[in-house]
T-cell receptor, first 115, second 115 residues
Framework: AQTVTQSQPEMSVQEAETVTLSCTYD???????LFWYKQPPSRQMILVIR??????QNATENRFSVNFQKAAKSFSLKISDSQLGDTAMYFC????????????FGGGTRLMVKP | DGGITQSPKYLFRKEGQNVTLSCEQN?????MYWYRQDPGQGLRLIYY?????DFQKGDIAEGYSVSREKKESFPLTVTSAQKNPTAFYLC????????WGSGYTFGSGTRLTVV
């Protein structure tokens, strides 16, 4: 079974600064996807960014980018120019086609952006 | 606009009662999922369905039941056998087959409290 680990339960960052959230996963599969989801206080789950395992290029979405290290099974999220609206729980998640398209989530990192 | 609708937003259950949480999607997605989220924790899979009239247990299915009679609907019943049902419940849906790595679309959740 796949496992996803987020080792930072809580983090804080000053507005306009950069923060990196860590995620590691364990799998024997070669074809899979990785995701970062954001859950603000409204509790709505919002997809932030996704990475295809067979692509070496790191995904980027505006201020959000990932550092995907396939051999190390690491998938960190970098948030640049942090904004107050980035305050939320962030979940790393893993999906492979052999597991019925199920998402396996990490335990989450609570990010606080301070003014 | 397409999306997933969960109702009700808040639900209160007395000891020994069964309650049903509604989840409806108009995205034409084949697969649907139910997750449970406890305070400060990640999401755990309860049940999932990849096709109408078929569903499988997830990691924490005990005390829960589901049905999938229509593609658009995947209701979750929390039975009296679930000893600690107070939690936040999230429903999601996804594409199967080509495009399987696009991730999930989530509903806005139902907060269930035992009184």
């Amino acid at each position: 079974a796949q496992t996803v680990t987020q080792s930072q339960p809580e983090m804080s960052v000053q507005e306009a600064e950069t923060v990196t959230l860590s995620c590691t996963y364990d799998t024997s599969e070669n074809n899979y996807y990785l995701f970062w989801y954001k859950q603000p206080p409204s509790r709505q789950m919002i997809l932030v960014i996704r990475q295809e395992a067979y692509k070496q290029q790191n995904a980027t979405e505006n201020r959000f980018s990932v550092n995907f290290q396939k051999a190390a099974k690491s998938f960190s999220l970098k948030i640049s120019d942090s904004q107050l609206g980035d305050t939320a729980m962030y979940f790393c998640a893993f999906m492979d086609n052999n597991a019925g398209n199920m998402l396996t989530f990490g335990g989450g990192t609570r990010l606080m952006v301070k003014p | 606009d397409g999306g997933i609708t969960q109702s009700p937003k808040y639900l209160f259950r007395k000891e020994g009662q069964n309650v049903t949480l509604s989840c409806e999607q108009n995205l034409n997605h084949d697969a649907m999922y139910w997750y449970r989220q406890d305070p400060g924790q990640g999401l755990r899979l309860i049940y999932y369905s990849q096709i109408v009239n078929d569903f499988q247990k997830g990691d924490i299915a005990e005390g829960y039941s589901v049905s999938r009679e229509k593609k658009e609907s995947f209701p979750l019943t929390v039975t009296s056998a679930q000893k600690n049902p107070t939690a936040f419940y999230l429903c999601a849906s996804s594409i199967r087959g080509k495009g399987w790595g696009s991730g999930y679309t989530f509903g806005s959740g139902t907060r269930l409290t035992v009184v």
